[in-house]
T-cell receptor
């Protein structure tokens, strides 16, 4: 059972380059999330998708775009990477209806923008 | 908007002793869920324990238990008989399906268990 699969695990970008982080879950969850983790800041929500076909901004959406391609997949795109986007990125999924099931996380992507 | 506050950036405890991590939150919702997640150096996020707000009884999972005070909006985690493997970052998280389905995390507490 794969759970949440996130790719790539590591990436180095030059300032101004673009890239897409991929996330897929096989648990038939409705909700998916993208977080960034920075030292001393915890996990901050970038974007989330409560269900297929919907996306909403979180706390720190600037500089990012997302696509909920289908129920399984939720991608995060950096159009023009900046050094401030150096971080560890996590994708997560959970079930909405019935409420409060635990969120399952991917292994994280360590992104460095130079 | 919901906020989650963990006021202890770092804590340490001796092996076999008990430690309590604090978490407070702010919400206008009545039905919600609270979680504690553990993140060891491997970076993997692991659910430790969860609490439904409509349940008055505090959740327990083996050596882990919570003290949930709904009126005070407090949700602390107690770790009994601490083990070296408990060394990790611990995150408190809040979820409400009522309005926006967001899962919001605190900034975390780094717990070190000393031998």
């Amino acid at each position: 059972n794969a759970g949440v699969t996130q790719t790539p695990k590591f990436q180095v970008l030059k300032t101004g380059q673009s890239m897409t982080l991929q996330c897929a879950q096989d648990m038939n969850h409705n909700s998916m999330y993208w977080y960034r983790q920075d030292p001393g800041m915890g996990l901050r929500l970038i974007y989330y998708s409560a269900s297929e076909g919907t996306t909403d901004k979180g706390e720190v959406p600037n500089g990012y775009n997302v696509s909920r391609l289908n129920k399984r997949e939720f991608s995060l795109r950096l159009e023009s990477a900046a050094p401030s986007q150096t971080s560890v990125y996590f994708c997560a999924s959970s079930e909405v209806y019935g409420g409060g099931t635990e969120a399952f996380f991917g292994q994280g992507t360590r992104l460095t923008v130079v | 908007a919901q906020t989650v506050t963990q006021s202890q950036p770092e804590m340490s405890v001796q092996e076999a002793e008990t430690v309590t991590l604090s978490c407070t939150y702010d919400t206008s919702e009545n039905n919600y869920y609270l979680f504690w997640y553990k993140q060891p150096p491997s970076r993997q996020m692991i659910l430790v324990i969860r609490q439904e707000a409509y349940k008055q009884q505090n959740a327990t999972e083996n050596r882990f238990s919570v003290n949930f005070q709904k009126a005070a909006k407090s949700f602390s985690l107690k770790i009994s008989d601490s083990q070296l493997g408990d060394t990790a970052m611990y995150f408190c998280a809040f979820y409400s399906g009522g309005s926006n389905y967001k899962l919001t995390f605190g900034k975390g507490t780094l717990l070190t268990v000393n031998p």
